[in-house]
């Protein structure tokens, strides 16, 4: 047992899917592990709550553990392939969510707090909101490449690989992104 569980410590991502289409579940439990929190950082990127990121990365993985057979290893990382997997379904959830408007609360739902405390917290708020809100605006390949460099800190060219783009593709979606930022998020702009 002692040699087996050494053998799925050292063995690589693409060892271990490998193994894992084939049915072994030890294999992609040791994936899962050792990806779920980059996993769940990603989600997160593209997502409102804590909630519908966990349901991304469970719907990801699933996807994963289903197609592990079919992966290549020559034509990307797993990490690369799991991020495209997360970022389809973050898609697919965006779409979901435009086609369900809901009714907003009215505007005296909640009792206003007078504190000057509750203004400087009301104004943090409404800057985190505008960001998200400027964020989610964006196309989702700029929101990946925006990610991908100021979030997880990756260079243009690792980015450029894992997005499966040229380096100058990837500083245009970064330039587009950051314009697009600049002019959503001044104090006289428009939403």
Not at 4 to 30: K, M, N, P, T
Not at 43 to 57: G, K, N, P, Q, S
Request: glycine content about 4%; hydrophobic content about 40%.
């Amino acid at each position: 047992m002692a040699d087996q569980v050494r053998r799925y410590s050292a063995a690589s991502d693409e060892q271990l899917l490998e193994w894992s289409g084939s049915g072994d579940q030890d294999a992609f439990r040791l994936i899962v592990l050792r990806h779920g929190a980059y996993a769940l950082r990603t989600a997160a990127r593209f997502t409102d709550t804590l909630e519908a990121a966990e349901d991304i990365v469970q719907d990801a993985f699933v996807k994963a553990w289903t197609h592990a057979r079919h992966f290549d290893p020559s034509r990307a990382q797993f990490t690369t392939w799991l991020y495209r997997i997360i970022v389809n379904l973050s898609l697919d959830q965006h779409r979901r969510a435009q086609t369900l408007r809901t009714t907003p609360l009215p505007a005296d739902f909640d009792r206003a707090d007078d504190s000057p405390i509750a203004d400087r917290q009301i104004e943090t708020r409404e800057q985190r909101h505008a960001l998200l809100q400027a964020l989610h605006a964006l196309p989702v390949r700029q929101q990946a490449a925006l990610s991908l460099v100021y979030d997880e800190g990756l260079s243009g060219a690792e980015t450029a690989r894992r997005l499966g783009l040229s380096k100058k593709a990837v500083e245009r979606l970064l330039a587009r992104g950051r314009a697009f930022l600049r002019t959503r998020l001044k104090p006289d702009s428009s939403r």
